[in-house]
């Protein structure tokens, strides 16, 4: 089991970015590949980015590929999101998975135009 806590949200102006961080516990971390996923109100849970164990596999959604980058550093068993070029579209919870099924609890991106 993996414990997801995500960070570095908050309220940003368009085009502005922010970069999301989502620290985990637990030892299966490394192995496991990592996603981020997004949710805005009155809209179904969908997916932003992946990135495998290795970091050297990283899948996109259409809407945010050459805003967003996704990375983790196993060492300090930590997910990244880079998000720049922000869209009011973009406000949403987003928040972070691993493919062994654990959730964190979510942070708040607001994009303000």
């Known amino acids: 089991q993996v414990q997801l806590r995500e960070s570095g949200g908050g309220l940003v102006q368009v085009g502005g970015s922010l970069r999301l961080s989502c620290a985990a516990s637990?030892?299966?971390?490394?192995?496991?590949?990592m996603n981020w996923y997004r949710q805005a109100p009155g809209k179904e849970r969908e997916f932003v980015a992946s990135?495998?164990?290795?970091?050297?596999?990283?899948t996109y959604a259409a809407f945010v590929k050459g805003r967003f980058t996704i990375s983790r550093d196993n060492a300090k068993n930590t997910l990244y999101l880079q998000m720049n070029n922000l869209k009011p579209e973009d406000t949403a919870t987003y928040y972070c998975?691993?493919?062994?099924?654990?959730w964190g609890q979510g942070t708040q991106v607001t994009v303000s135009s």
């Open positions: 998975k691993s493919d062994l099924g654990d």
């Open positions: 637990g030892r299966t971390f490394s192995s496991a590949r």
């Open positions: 990135i495998s164990w290795g970091g050297g596999n990283k």
